[in-house]
């Protein structure tokens, strides 16, 4: 089930650019369940395209796993590979939801995008597939708006 993954167990550098990184995927082990899959990335960091200052984000992936789930360390490599990439919050937030829906073909994927501000507005970033199927506990993603020191 494992043989064909090329990171997990290994020492891997963080890949230069999300377009260098290795995103995996393991069958899932209840395809004939439908259950919620859920990723937080607190402390994700990516480069403004013009400054080239960093931004950071609060970033909450949610999906529903067809015949597949992503294998965690290959996501976090991912992630972590956008220190050096220079996009706007629109595009690394619907990137990394894109990238995911055509690796694992999910039954349902949603991002929550929860930048901290940049120029004293916060951005916040949402996409989905669609309408969520019905059945399956889709629990709020628990990320506050931003309210600065109070």
Known sequence: MT??????????ALPASPEQAVLEKVASPHPDLRYLVRFA????????PITGQPDFAHLVIDYIPGDWIVESKSL????GSFRNHGAFHEACTVQIARTLVDLLA??????GGYWYPR????????WQTGAPPE???IPDQGVSGYRGRG
């Open 3 to 12: 043989q064909h993954l090329t990171q997990l167990g290994q020492h891997v």
């Open 41 to 48: 990335a607190p402390e994700f960091t990516s480069l403004c």
């Open 76 to 79: 976090k490599l991912f992630l």
């Open 106 to 111: 999910p039954v349902w994927l949603r991002i």
């Open 119 to 126: 120029g004293g507005i916060p951005i916040d970033v949402f």
């Open 135 to 137: 059945g399956v506990w």
